[in-house]
């Protein structure tokens, strides 16, 4: 039975199941006694069970089944729990994450569990695990196949040597993908890479603990490799061994044997359905399907496509002035923005599909850092487009660490500041306007504002004599500089600022802003400001000369009407007074070197943009008003053009740019 079909399927829900048990456990270890919760976890393993046999994912099936003991035990009151056990089963979770990202990827989802296997037999046996045998990482081994291992195989025959490279990362690493690319980068300048464990992608994500194994052909020495790499900032150590054999394991060879129809596991997947009577009803109640989200892209695409039409039929009914086609052009707008309301609701993913990933992060690095946190999240149901959603985890992570490591306080620390033992920190996401907001907020010990200027100056970020005339706010903004993000000890700086910058980078490309609060002794507020969507924006276009350019409406102000005598020069710079705030004017006709001859009127017409609390005036020629235009990437050769983030088609058939309002407002 060809059982490809069923692999999306597959593949979704046992994500679903493996969340609901990351979920489940962490409300175990804290109410230990509650059968319910260990009925619930074991319900989800028996499923994934059975999924992962009928599909023939063998290695998944085993390990769940070894849980799903451990698990048994629990209920049956054999075995009680502890954080050491908890350790042990969420480490096997690890792995079955792993392997459900390896099938996803295309992999066979092997995976060498045997020490974990076997952590979990001497648990379903009463043997407890202690808290030091609990913390061990699991060794990384590589599992060669057979094309890996022809591959190998003429290397060697042509000279090169076959190396694997075992690289460690510091316990204060926190830009992990970044040291994976230096290393990445540094191997293939002196050979080439055959294999990486855990795989690429789930080093780019982050998904890994401290340690990765590399395989590398080169012709290179194996101390010209160590030294390369022990010359990266982060890294504890590198161990480089030369491969005399490469046979392919065990793993590999099973990995490529036939399956075997499982008639029995289907029908052990249908039992574990029956199960769960009162889950099956709910889901029958709730009428839903799923889709691929590539088909809403094609539909978002297609429809991208309409909205440019849409704009040029306007124009047409404007130009001809025809009474029937206006009527009938003015009804099909008011349809196309229903049908866009749906498809961008479609594409609206709950923010929970990210903040899920965190408390059960939050449990890792406050045991390995000695501290008690509690992480409340409030607003999960609020809904971002699929765009924002994808690329926000990151940020979000590297806030989180930030507040674990560098905010909350050691618990005798707390104590003695009058403040009790647990620390909390608060994940908050609420809708305002057009935009989502996400907070972060803990009541450790804030930020230094002296350490953080005095960092400042040290790093060349502000000069001493304009630190003078900075308020709070500006000098905690000062941590999201890149000169805070270096390879010094984060305890130089009392708090905050190692990696900031590729949050604040990040989270602007999305055309949103981030921004800092603190008070000293009570904590810090981290506020994230982004769009609901990124595909169709509205704008509002100007003329510059013969050119048309549109600035997106989340950015602007206002408009207003500057006469020219009350454009001043401060510091060689143009400036205006808006509304009592001294405003720099930016005239995008010199900024894009905009062809024709200049304007000679008596006032300037300008758009007042913000950039979190920063203001800039916007110099134009004239306004032609507000448009729904869909965003165009420029692709990867006009990636860098300056202060431009996309392009838009007009009804007319031209091509106006759209502005990057961040990039002007200094």
């Known amino acids: 039975m060809d059982m490809s079909q069923y692999l999306d399927l597959?593949?979704?829900?046992?994500?679903?199941?493996?969340?609901?048990?990351?979920?489940?456990?962490?409300?175990?270890?804290?109410?230990?006694?509650?059968?319910?919760?260990?009925?619930?976890?074991?319900?989800?393993?028996?499923?994934?069970?059975?999924?992962?046999?009928?599909?023939?994912?063998?290695?998944?099936?085993?390990?769940?089944?070894?849980?799903?003991?451990?698990?048994?035990?629990?209920?049956?009151?054999r075995l009680s729990v502890t954080p050491e056990l908890l350790d042990v089963i969420f480490e096997a979770v690890d792995h079955l994450e792993a392997m459900i990202s390896s099938i996803a990827a295309g992999g066979d989802g092997t995976r060498d569990v045997r020490r974990t296997v076997e952590q979990?037999?001497?648990?379903?046996?009463?043997?407890?695990?202690?808290?030091?045998?609990?913390?061990?990482?699991?060794?990384?081994?590589?599992?060669?196949?057979?094309?890996?291992?022809?591959?190998?195989?003429?290397?060697?025959?042509?000279?090169?040597?076959?190396?694997?490279?075992?690289?460690?990362?510091?316990?204060?690493?926190?830009?992990?993908?970044?040291?994976?690319?230096?290393?990445?980068?540094?191997?293939?300048?002196?050979?080439?890479?055959?294999?990486?464990?855990p795989p690429v992608e789930m080093l780019e994500e982050e998904q890994f603990d401290r340690e990765f194994l590399v395989t590398v052909v080169s012709k290179a020495p194996a101390d010209e490799l160590q030294k390369r790499l022990m010359g990266i900032s982060e890294i504890d150590d590198v161990k480089v061994s030369m491969l005399s054999s490469n046979e392919p394991s065990a793993e590999s060879e099973k990995a490529a044997a036939p399956q075997q129809p499982a008639a029995m596991e289907q029908a052990a997947a249908v039992q574990a359905e029956a199960e769960a009577p009162e889950k099956q009803t709910a889901k029958q109640a709730t009428k839903t399907i799923r889709v691929n989200i590539e088909r809403l892209d094609r539909l978002m695409n297609l429809f991208e496509e309409l909205v440019v039409d849409r704009g040029r039929l306007e124009q047409i009914s404007r130009e001809l002035n025809h009474a029937e086609l206006t009527e009938t052009v003015e009804r099909m707008s008011r349809i196309s923005s229903d049908l866009q309301t749906i498809i961008l609701n479609m594409r609206m993913v709950p923010v929970e599909t990210v903040f899920n990933r965190f408390p059960r992060m939050v449990r890792q690095l406050a045991r390995e850092l000695g501290k008690k946190v509690r992480l409340d999240i409030i607003g999960a149901d609020t809904e971002l487009d699929r765009t924002v959603i994808d690329e926000i985890g990151d940020p979000l992570v590297h806030l989180i660490r930030n507040a674990l490591d560098h905010g909350i306080e050691a618990p005798d620390v707390r104590v003695a500041r009058g403040k009790p033992e647990e620390g909390t920190v608060q994940l908050r996401a609420y809708h305002s306007g057009n935009h989502v907001f996400i907070e972060i907020e803990d009541d450790g010990a804030g930020i230094s504002r002296e350490k953080v200027l005095q960092k400042a100056k040290s790093r060349g970020i502000v000069s001493p004599q304009a630190a003078e005339h900075l308020n709070d706010q500006q000098i905690y903004e000062l941590i999201f500089a890149p000169g805070f993000s270096t390879a010094e000890q984060v305890s130089d700086i009392s708090g905050r600022g190692v990696g900031l910058d590729v949050v604040k980078s990040t989270i602007e490309s999305l055309g949103g802003t981030v921004s800092v609060d603190s008070q000293p002794g009570k904590g810090s507020l981290f506020s994230i400001q982004l769009p609901?969507?990124?595909?169709?924006?509205?704008?509002?276009?100007?003329?510059?000369?013969?050119?048309?350019?549109?600035?997106?409406?989340?950015?602007?102000?206002?408009?207003?009407?500057?006469?020219?005598?009350?454009?001043?020069?401060?510091?060689?710079?143009?400036?205006?007074?808006?509304?009592?705030?001294?405003?720099?004017?930016?005239?995008?006709?010199?900024?894009?070197?905009?062809?024709?001859?200049?304007?000679?009127?008596?006032?300037?017409?300008?758009?007042?943009?913000?950039?979190?609390?920063?203001?800039?005036?916007?110099?134009?020629?004239?306004?032609?008003?507000?448009?729904?235009?869909?965003?165009?990437?420029?692709?990867?050769?006009?990636?860098?053009?300056?202060?431009?983030?996309?392009?838009?088609?007009?009804?007319?058939?031209?091509?106006?740019?759209i502005i990057d309002c961040n990039a002007l407002v200094k």
């Open 10 to 77: 597959f593949i979704d829900e046992s994500k679903e199941h493996l969340q609901a048990i990351n979920e489940r456990l962490l409300e175990l270890e804290k109410t230990p006694e509650d059968m319910s919760v260990v009925n619930d976890i074991f319900r989800s393993a028996h499923t994934l069970k059975g999924m992962s046999a009928t599909m023939g994912f063998e290695d998944l099936a085993n390990l769940t089944h070894q849980m799903e003991n451990v698990l048994d035990g629990i209920r049956n009151r």
């Open 120 to 197: 979990l037999k001497r648990i379903e046996q009463g043997e407890m695990p202690n808290k030091q045998a609990a913390r061990e990482e699991p060794p990384l081994e590589h599992a060669y196949g057979e094309f890996e291992y022809h591959v190998l195989e003429q290397a060697k025959e042509q000279g090169f040597s076959v190396y694997e490279i075992r690289v460690r990362l510091r316990d204060d690493c926190l830009l992990k993908a970044a040291r994976v690319y230096m290393v990445f980068e540094q191997l293939n300048e002196v050979g080439e890479i055959v294999k990486a464990t």
């Open 532 to 657: 609901l969507t990124l595909s169709i924006i509205s704008v509002l276009l100007v003329q510059i000369a013969e050119e048309t350019y549109a600035i997106p409406l989340s950015s602007i102000i206002e408009t207003a009407l500057v006469k020219k005598e009350e454009i001043f020069s401060a510091h060689n710079q143009p400036v205006i007074d808006f509304r009592g705030k001294i405003v720099p004017l930016v005239r995008l006709k010199d900024v894009f070197a905009v062809p024709g001859v200049a304007d000679d009127g008596d006032a300037v017409a300008v758009v007042i943009v913000r950039k979190g609390e920063k203001l800039a005036a916007l110099a134009v020629d004239s306004f032609i008003g507000q448009q729904e235009v869909v965003l165009k990437s420029l692709g990867n050769y006009l990636s860098s053009v300056f202060a431009i983030s996309g392009a838009t088609i007009l009804g007319d058939g031209r091509v106006a740019l």
